[in-house]
């Protein structure tokens, strides 16, 4: 940031994108990730409950397989 210039926060620059996105689509609300993998994740794990049987097709991205586990689901 220049001299004298506040930095901007990034976890409110993240809020509004998210915002300005859910409006955009007519949604209540929106997500932001980095990467797929990072969305994927969030996603499985947000839904996922530890027993849960899940298939993941062996051509599947890695992140899923990683997310199954992490949740103890089988």
Do not use: W
């Amino acid at each position: 940031a220049a001299l004298g210039k506040p930095r901007s926060d990034p976890t409110a620059q993240v809020a509004t994108l998210e915002t300005r996105i859910a409006a955009f689509l007519r949604l209540a609300r929106a997500s932001v990730h980095a990467s797929g993998a990072d969305a994927i994740r969030a996603t499985l794990l947000a839904l996922l409950q530890p027993g849960d049987d899940v298939l993941v097709d062996p051509g599947a991205h890695p992140a899923m397989a990683e997310s199954v586990l992490a949740a103890r689901a089988s």
